[in-house]
């Protein structure tokens, strides 16, 4: 918006800093490397989550492994999907 802004009125609103990141964002291994933190930060999130609502849900860890192995059973194999 500042780079529009400045062309318009012919002066420079844009500081080194903001170059630099305007190329970062263009780079794919910076754009890779932003989205496997946030999806790894992500997953963790989901794990203890998961793992919250187990130990609420159930009375002991043997409860959420049938759980586990009984569900995974139901699936169908992976050649018919």
């Keep these: 918006m500042r780079n529009k802004i400045g062309q318009l009125r012919g002066v420079e609103l844009l500081t080194e800093k903001d170059y630099e ?42 409860e959420m492994k049938h759980y586990l192995t009984c569900s995974l059973r139901s699936l169908p194999p992976l050649s018919e999907v």
């Design 21 to 62: 990141q305007m190329r970062q964002n263009c780079d794919p291994k910076y754009i890779a490397k932003k989205y496997r933190i946030s999806s790894l930060i992500h997953l963790v999130l989901f794990v203890v989550g998961q793992a919250i609502f187990w130990s609420i849900g159930t009375d002991s860890i043997a």
